[in-house]
């Protein structure tokens, strides 16, 4: 009897020390969200009724109409750096430089704060690995929609396979 309980006692001491050992040697989200994104696309989802989606692609016009009014509006690239600062470059490569990040939740919100008005958007994260992140804006439009913008890393360290 007594070694059984020795033996459960070793088996949730080893468990431990694993379960440890893996939350100290993962990677956070914080780390895979670091770095240059490039915008790759960005899709309107909207439903007409009830378990019906139609996924389109929007046009420059309807982008610009659509976040017209968002930090993100026409972005090209976004840059997370380690001190929580974001910038935003877009295609006529100009830069907001006055803008803050974080996570909130469990990592599947970033937040983004801009510094010169204390404005705040929150983007719903729905995928983030090392090479991809898509994220959901909810928007109060008066079609019931999602608008999912999808972003890849630029890594500039090594080239991709063909």
Do not use: C, P
Not at 116 to 127: D, G, P, R
């Amino acid at each position: 009897m007594k070694t059984k309980v020795i033996l459960i006692y070793i088996s949730l001491f080893i468990a431990a020390i694993v379960a440890l050992t893996i939350v100290i040697n993962g990677r956070r989200t914080e780390d895979n969200i670091l770095g240059s994104w490039h915008k790759e696309s960005l899709e309107f989802e909207r439903v007409n009724y009830e378990d019906h989606q139609i996924k389109s692609y929007i046009s420059q016009i309807q982008e610009k109409e659509i976040g017209h009014e968002l930090m993100i509006d026409n972005v090209d690239n976004l840059v997370f750096e380690k001190d929580s600062q974001l910038k935003i470059k877009n295609n006529e490569k100009q830069q907001k430089d006055k803008l803050s990040w974080k996570l909130k939740g469990r990592g599947n919100i970033i937040e983004i704060k801009d510094l010169t008005t204390n404005n705040k958007e929150s983007y719903q994260v729905q995928e983030l690995s090392k090479d991809k992140l898509v994220v959901y804006i909810n928007l109060d439009l008066q079609v019931r929609g999602i608008v999912k913008i999808t972003f890849t890393k630029n890594n500039t360290t090594y080239a991709k396979k063909i």
